[in-house]
């Protein structure tokens, strides 16, 4: 079964096109989206052509991939409609594209600690280069709108006393960490892209993203801990954790995290920046972990401990603060999947489409 045709990601995309967003603005347009294959990425991808399907949108898909053979996979659904066009080429290269283009999603790029230690450059490219190349493409193309996809970990280490992050605040990154190479990147990729907004009026909008999951991420290695803990259930492993557990997290499903992609897209400021996260439902590591165990309590399995004498350098070694997420609720965004429905809707949608 491919992943668009799951139930649980169906009821996903009815979710999100259920909320308050003009939908109307994409009738008939152009939407490119880099690193189109990514989790996010390819749920827009879904979203748009189920508009198409649903309501007859009319809207072209140029979904732009560097793996053209993961992308197959993504969307087998799309290879033959007329609305949809895979791209294949590194988004560090300068992008050429006969046709108009309405939209641009600049989602491509990792945040893996897998890719953090064996490609750092790749990654500073994707964020650079590619942004670079992406605003080319859109002050050519007199675009409606670029939405870059970017991270809270732009804020850096706040200083201590720090409650919680507005837009406007930034802390401190030690450009000589290994884990800088995707943050300090990204933050470049923000500068770019108000500098061609100040000079050349070129439209953004940001989405500083945190903690996302959901159907069609990536468990093979990937090293990033839902990723860790999703795969060890859906593989039927004990749940191995690396580190005490106390560290808190917010993770935002998948369906919460695009239905802000899209309001940021459409309905935000340009030259604006917008947190999304789910900060309703701040959790310990070991309590997400024990969660799943307890939610698949028929696969056998249990959370064990197996803490290194040091951690990874692909990893974050900054403390958590909550994001603020009022300036996007005031588009009228909000989050509606409870974490416990979040992990189950996951595994659930591994195990049924490996069937």
Request: with cysteine.
């Given at each position: 079964m491919s992943l668009y045709s799951s139930s649980i990601v169906r009821e996903d995309i009815s979710d999100i096109i259920s909320r308050d967003i003009?939908?109307?603005?994409?009738?008939?347009?152009t939407v490119l989206i880099t690193g189109a294959s990514g989790m996010l990425a390819s749920y827009l991808v879904y979203?748009?052509?189920h508009l198409n399907e649903s309501r007859n949108m009319d809207i072209k898909v140029l979904a732009l991939v560097r793996n053209a053979e993961k992308a197959r996979l993504k969307f087998a659904d799309f290879l033959s409609d007329k609305n949809f066009k895979l791209i294949r080429q590194d988004i560090s290269d300068p992008v050429n594209c006969d046709c108009d283009i309405d939209y641009i999603v600049h989602a491509a790029g990792n945040a893996s600690p897998k890719y953090i230690l064996s490609d750092p450059v790749g990654i500073i490219k994707a964020n650079t280069l590619g942004t670079m190349n992406v605003l080319e493409l859109a002050l050519q193309k007199k675009v409606k709108n670029v939405l870059f996809t970017s991270t809270r970990e732009v804020y850096g280490r706040m200083p201590d006393g720090t409650?919680?992050?507005?837009?406007?605040?930034?802390?401190?990154?030690?450009?000589?960490e290994l884990r800088s190479c995707y943050p300090e990147s990204k933050r470049l990729a923000e500068t770019m892209l108000e500098s061609y907004f100040y000079q050349y009026k070129v439209p953004y909008t940001t989405a500083r993203i945190a903690h996302s999951y959901g159907p069609g991420m990536d468990i093979n290695e990937d090293g990033r801990v839902m990723s860790d803990f999703i795969s060890d259930v859906v593989n039927g492993r004990d749940i191995v954790l690396k580190s005490d557990g106390k560290a808190e997290r917010a993770f935002c499903y998948i369906s919460d995290a695009v239905a802000g992609m899209f309001t940021v897209l459409l309905h935000g400021k340009?030259?604006?920046?917008?947190n999304i996260a789910n900060e309703s439902e701040p959790v310990m590591i070991k309590d997400a972990a024990n969660t799943l165990v307890e939610l698949f309590a028929d696969r056998g399995l249990k959370v064990v401990f197996e803490i290194p004498e040091e951690k990874s350098k692909g990893y974050s070694r900054?403390?958590?603060?909550?994001?603020?997420?009022?300036?996007?609720?005031?588009?009228?965004w909000s989050c509606r999947v409870r974490?416990?429905?979040g992990l189950y809707r996951t595994v659930v949608s591994f195990l049924s489409t490996s069937e």
């Open positions: 003009d939908w109307e603005m994409l009738r008939g347009r979203v748009l052509m409650e919680e992050i507005l837009e406007s605040d930034y802390g401190s990154l030690d450009c000589k340009p030259g604006e920046a917008y900054m403390g958590r603060v909550r994001l603020n997420t009022q300036k996007l609720e005031s588009l009228g974490l416990r429905d």
